[in-house]
């Protein structure tokens, strides 16, 4: 154990343990002396005892990510934007929830293993109860902004790090996160954080008042601000107000401000009245239209001038538009097109339409031929890079040595082989629009390393280049890969794993969909339009039936083909069984042959096949009239008699006639 490390052991337990404060602690704030006491007294922590940092596995920082996953994909622009600010600094930011457990994190890659062991990574476990006195852990228990500096730390693992941190309040006035900035190594001066941490009080507000106008942008919202000339564009206060007049949401500043001022204690709950010396109805000469210093106003109780910004709630639209807005999803066209009812298929629309315009990384899971391309582009077709373009990479289609120039460009001659004019990649390609990186389980681990630098830092070096070239994309991955297996297996990168599922969208197979019929006919009239045909092929009832039973291992692919096969070879307008691929006859062949038993035996369609309920029905509405069925289906009797046959289905006049025999 090094001497700093002693020495540090030694002053926590003389103010945590026995309560004194040597003279050299004297100038140790209060803050952290309080912070001590409580990890011996409260988390019985051990001071000699030093703990490696705990970072928890994949699945666990999962689903801490989804407990808070409306507030991390608004605050995911917050530190993109303070990490340009400090970048080059040594620096690194960390977005915790409010049990101190890292949710979101950028960080420089070149620093990686250094701050993997440090715990300033995804998933670290910075509780005070866990990890000590720390920016995090203090933070949360406090509820302040602070510092925890070098030998601040009650942890002695932890004394050369610099932690500054901000917590981050819901329209309700609880902690919901922190926002943390943190460095490996510091100037011994504390005062050197000093603007670390107005940094990260000011982007904690930002995140705040974003979640908050996102929340109540269908409610009354009131900006609130001591000057005129910054309560249009940087409003201090934020209140929500609900059709009554009553406050139902509250910035972190506008809560301290009435509570000291008009001793509204709480807010929540308070009328528009109660708190300022204004009615409700003279709402309308706060709107923006009217000059800023014409909007003043006054707290009751203590007279405090303040000038006010107040904005009515958004308009509902059309009746579908309100309820896609009261669950908070608006839903672009092109995502409501991929769905023609399915309740899972819909589930996961609703989420991506909260994410189209969101600084986060989507992994679109799903098996082969699931339709995460198309539901990639609609993604990009239903945000605001519309009109920009959509980059698609089959990761798995190119070769291993090109990979790396194919996505990130080269310069001339930079390599063998690399040609005279060089070429841009991929990623800069897509500047601008969107990166679609299809089948990523199979990109090759070295060029993870090279694709998370691009994805962190939002810039491209291509081969042979000095120089970073700056790129504005939105990445969309998608594979049909366990990639958190892979993360176990060491096949892929845990930290890009964690940056491209920002958020994680599970697109049905196509055998599970309950809109099947309307895929069908979606994809018939889109061949048809593309072949130029004058109208859609009809669906006989037998073929419509053996779509329906057909496994589908390759989704909607397979379907497309299959579909595109009928109706070339059908005639007559009409696809029928004979015109459906051999292959799909003869997995249906290849099935086991139910028991000939008398019809009356079975009535669940769960336990026969779809095309064999069908049938059923048929003969039942016909009351067993073999000749009338066969001519509805277009079939002879002799093959109708067959399918009864294979299908185990008896007719009750056959039944009564078999129990008539001697």
Same mark, same amino acid.
């Given at each position: 154990?090094?001497?700093?490390?002693?020495?540090?052991?030694?002053?926590?337990?003389?103010?945590?343990?026995?309560?004194?404060?040597?003279?050299?602690?004297?100038?140790?704030?209060?803050?952290?002396?309080?912070?001590?006491?409580?990890?011996?007294?409260?988390?019985?922590?051990?001071?000699?005892?030093?703990?490696?940092?705990?970072?928890?596995?994949?699945?666990?920082?999962?689903?801490?990510?989804?407990?808070?996953?409306?507030?991390?994909?608004?605050?995911?622009?917050?530190l993109e934007t303070l990490y340009q600010q400090v970048a080059g600094m040594g620096y690194c930011l960390l977005l915790t929830d409010a049990r101190g457990v890292t949710v979101d994190f950028i960080?420089?890659?070149?620093?990686?293993?250094?701050?993997?062991?440090?715990?300033?990574?995804?998933?670290?476990?910075?509780?005070?109860?866990?990890?000590?006195?720390?920016?995090?852990?203090?933070?949360?228990?406090?509820?302040?902004?602070?510092?925890?500096?070098?030998?601040?730390?009650?942890?002695?693992?932890?004394?050369?790090?610099?932690?500054?941190?901000?917590?981050?309040?819901?329209?309700?006035?609880?902690?919901?996160?922190?926002?943390?900035?943190?460095?490996?190594?510091?100037?011994?001066?504390?005062?050197?954080?000093?603007?670390?941490?107005?940094?990260?009080?000011?982007?904690?507000?930002?995140?705040?008042?974003?979640?908050?106008?996102?929340?109540?942008?269908?409610?009354?919202?009131? +900006? &609130?601000? /001591?000057?005129?000339? %910054? @309560?249009?564009?940087?409003?201090?206060?934020?209140? !929500? #107000?609900?059709? $009554? =007049?009553?406050?139902?949401?509250?910035?972190?500043?506008?809560?301290?401000?009435?509570?000291?001022?008009?001793?509204?204690?709480?807010?929540?709950?308070?009328?528009?009245?109660?708190?300022?010396?204004? +009615? &409700?109805? /003279?709402?309308?000469? %706060? @709107?923006?239209?009217?000059?800023?210093?014409?909007? !003043? #106003?006054?707290? $009751? =109780?203590?007279?405090?001038?303040?000038?006010?910004?107040?904005?009515?709630?958004?308009?509902?639209?059309?009746?579908?538009?309100?309820?896609?807005?009261?669950?908070?999803?608006?839903?672009?066209?092109?995502?409501?097109?991929?769905?023609?009812?399915?309740?899972?298929?819909?589930?996961?629309?609703?989420? !991506?339409?909260?994410?189209?315009?969101?600084?986060?990384?989507?992994?679109?899971?799903?098996?082969?031929?699931?339709?995460?391309?198309?539901?990639?582009?609609?993604?990009?077709?239903?945000s605001g890079r519309r009109g920009r373009r959509f980059v698609a990479v089959n990761c798995a289609a190119i070769p291993e040595s090109l990979i790396e120039s194919e996505l990130f460009g080269h310069?001339?001659?930079?390599?063998?082989?690399?040609?005279?004019?060089?070429?841009?990649?991929?990623?800069?390609?897509?500047?601008?629009?969107?990166?679609?990186?299809?089948?990523?389980?199979?990109?090759?681990?070295?060029?993870?390393?090279?694709?998370?630098?691009?994805?962190?830092?939002?810039?491209?070096?291509?081969?042979?280049?000095?120089?970073?070239?700056?790129?504005?994309?939105?990445?969309?991955?998608?594979?049909?890969?366990?990639?958190?297996?892979?993360?176990?297996?060491?096949?892929?990168?845990?930290?890009?794993?964690?940056?491209?599922?920002?958020?994680?969208?599970?697109?049905?197979?196509?055998?599970?969909?309950?809109?099947?019929?309307?895929?069908?006919?979606?994809?018939?009239?889109?061949?048809?339009?593309?072949?130029?045909?004058?109208?859609?092929?009809?669906?006989?009832?037998?073929?419509?039936?053996?779509?329906?039973?057909?496994?589908?291992?390759?989704?909607?692919?397979?379907?497309?083909?299959?579909?595109?096969?009928?109706?070339?070879?059908?005639?007559?307008?009409?696809?029928?069984?004979?015109?459906?691929?051999?292959?799909?006859?003869?997995?249906?062949?290849?099935?086991?042959?139910?028991?000939?038993?008398?019809?009356?035996?079975?009535?669940?369609?769960?336990?026969?096949?779809?095309?064999?309920?069908?049938?059923?029905?048929?003969?039942?509405?016909?009351?067993?009239?073999?000749?009338?069925?066969?001519?509805?289906?277009?079939?002879?009797?002799?093959?109708?008699?067959?399918?009864?046959?294979?299908?185990?289905?008896?007719?009750?006049?056959?039944?009564?006639?078999?129990?008539?025999?001697?």
């Amino acid at each position: 154990m090094q001497l700093r490390q002693s020495n540090h052991i030694r002053a926590v337990m003389q103010v945590a343990g026995e309560g004194r404060i040597p003279a050299s602690e004297s100038d140790r704030d209060a803050v952290i002396r309080e912070s001590w006491s409580r990890c011996v007294h409260q988390h019985h922590l051990d001071p000699t005892r030093m703990c490696e940092p705990l970072i928890l596995p994949s699945h666990q920082v999962r689903e801490h990510q989804q407990r808070i996953e409306d507030l991390l994909h608004i605050a995911r622009h917050g530190l993109e934007t303070l990490y340009q600010q400090v970048a080059g600094m040594g620096y690194c930011l960390l977005l915790t929830d409010a049990r101190g457990v890292t949710v979101d994190f950028i960080g420089d890659i070149a620093l990686d293993t250094s701050l993997r062991r440090a715990g300033l990574y995804l998933g670290a476990d910075w509780s005070e109860e866990r990890a000590g006195t720390c920016g995090v852990g203090t933070a949360i228990a406090t509820g302040e902004a602070l510092t925890v500096h070098l030998d601040d730390h009650f942890d002695a693992t932890h004394i050369p790090l610099t932690c500054t941190t901000s917590p981050v309040f819901d329209p309700q006035g609880q902690l919901t996160a922190v926002l943390d900035i943190s460095a490996l190594s510091s100037p011994q001066n504390k005062d050197s954080q000093h603007l670390a941490l107005q940094l990260v009080k000011m982007y904690a507000s930002l995140i705040e008042n974003a979640n908050f106008v996102q929340r109540y942008r269908r409610d009354w919202i009131l +900006r &609130l601000n /001591e000057s005129p000339e %910054f @309560v249009d564009v940087n409003p201090r206060y934020l209140l !929500a #107000l609900d059709a $009554a =007049g009553r406050v139902i949401g509250h910035n972190r500043a506008a809560q301290r401000l009435l509570q000291a001022e008009a001793r509204a204690v709480p807010v929540l709950g308070q009328t528009f009245e109660r708190l300022f010396d204004a +009615r &409700l109805d /003279e709402l309308g000469r %706060f @709107v923006p239209f009217r000059s800023s210093d014409q909007r !003043a #106003l006054t707290v $009751a =109780g203590s007279g405090r001038l303040l000038f006010m910004q107040a904005t009515p709630p958004a308009p509902s639209g059309s009746a579908k538009e309100q309820q896609a807005a009261q669950a908070g999803r608006p839903l672009p066209a092109p995502l409501a097109a991929l769905s023609g009812g399915d309740p899972a298929l819909d589930r996961q629309i609703e989420r !991506a339409a909260r994410l189209v315009n969101a600084s986060v990384g989507i992994l679109l899971c799903g098996e082969t031929g699931s339709g995460k391309e198309m539901f990639a582009k609609a993604l990009h077709e239903g945000s605001g890079r519309r009109g920009r373009r959509f980059v698609a990479v089959n990761c798995a289609a190119i070769p291993e040595s090109l990979i790396e120039s194919e996505l990130f460009g080269h310069l001339p001659g930079s390599f063998s082989g690399a040609g005279s004019k060089g070429k841009r990649g991929l990623v800069q390609e897509a500047d601008g629009g969107t990166l679609f990186l299809d089948e990523i389980g199979d990109m090759p681990r070295d060029m993870q390393t090279r694709l998370l630098r691009v994805l962190a830092e939002r810039e491209v070096l291509p081969i042979g280049a000095t120089r970073p070239v700056p790129v504005n994309l939105r990445v969309i991955a998608a594979t049909h890969h366990d990639l958190q297996a892979l993360v176990r297996q060491g096949a892929f990168r845990d930290d890009l794993y964690y940056r491209l599922n920002g958020a994680q969208i599970n697109l049905p197979p196509l055998r599970e969909r309950r809109d099947i019929d309307w895929v069908i006919q979606r994809l018939l009239d889109a061949g048809a339009r593309a072949d130029g045909q004058a109208a859609t092929p009809q669906l006989s009832a037998a073929a419509r039936a053996r779509l329906h039973a057909h496994h589908w291992p390759g989704n909607l692919r397979e379907m497309r083909n299959v579909l595109d096969f009928a109706r070339a070879v059908c005639s007559g307008g009409c696809i029928d069984l004979e015109d459906l691929p051999d292959n799909l006859m003869a997995s249906a062949q290849a099935a086991p042959a139910p028991v000939n038993r008398p019809a009356s035996v079975w009535q669940s369609a769960g336990e026969h096949p779809p095309e064999a309920v069908l049938l059923l029905q048929y003969l039942r509405a016909a009351q067993w009239n073999v000749t009338a069925v066969a001519r509805q289906l277009g079939l002879s009797r002799m093959t109708l008699y067959r399918r009864m046959h294979r299908f185990g289905i008896v007719s009750p006049n056959q039944q009564q006639d078999a129990g008539a025999a001697p």
